[in-house]
């Protein structure tokens, strides 16, 4: 199992929009949630140990945080055709079996990976209510095999100072997961799947 860091994103940037489809055949824009205080865009897979393993502890972190403000997008970038866990339909199944829920969306040309500068399952970009990104990093230092409790803390902080006016920590570690599986010829340079 392939094991890749989030790239580096500068703090500030502002989020990116897109259009993209969830397994009812909604289509969900960045513009459709500019109501909320806070937006966290989590690029995750149903198949990647790192997601796995952290799935049913983000489903509920889920349900606390979105009553609290906060607006969880969830984004499938993976290759459906070399890993049909990754298709459309799976995602409809994995949010039914988790309780996701936030939308679960699909990025089949992998254009919104790219324009985050998304590299691993689970990445995850937390914005303010201006959409400037506030926290790149990781959930918390759970990992496969390391006896570690996933607990999300240093999420938790991270929504919880945006929720209260604040700014998250400057120290953030990048979050560690699968690589993103890339189409073949669609890796950006900076993947590790790239040529």
Not at 41 to 68: K, T, W
Not at 139 to 165: E, I
Request: aromatic share 10%.
């Amino acid at each position: 199992m392939p094991r890749t860091q989030s790239n580096p994103v500068a703090i500030g940037v502002k989020a990116v929009d897109f259009e993209l489809s969830d397994a009812a055949g909604q289509i969900h824009r960045l513009t459709d949630f500019s109501d909320k205080p806070a937006l966290l865009v989590a690029f995750i897979s149903n198949r990647c140990p790192f997601v796995v393993l952290l799935r049913e502890a983000f489903a509920q972190f889920g349900r606390q945080y979105e009553a609290n403000g906060l607006q969880i997008i969830a984004i499938n970038s993976n290759d459906a055709a070399a890993h049909p866990e990754e298709t459309l339909e799976r995602l409809g199944q994995e949010v039914e079996q988790y309780g996701y829920t936030f939308p679960y969306l699909k990025d089949s040309s992998q254009d919104v990976a790219k324009a985050y500068g998304a590299a691993c399952t689970p990445d995850f970009f937390l914005f303010d209510a201006d959409r400037k990104l506030v926290y790149h990093g990781q959930f918390d230092d759970a990992r496969p095999a390391n006896g570690k409790d996933v607990t999300g803390a240093d999420l938790r902080a991270a929504v919880d100072a945006v929720l209260s006016g604040a700014r998250p920590a400057n120290n953030q570690i990048p979050s560690i997961g699968c690589n993103i599986k890339w189409e073949p010829g669609n890796e950006p340079s900076w993947s590790s799947q790239a040529a």
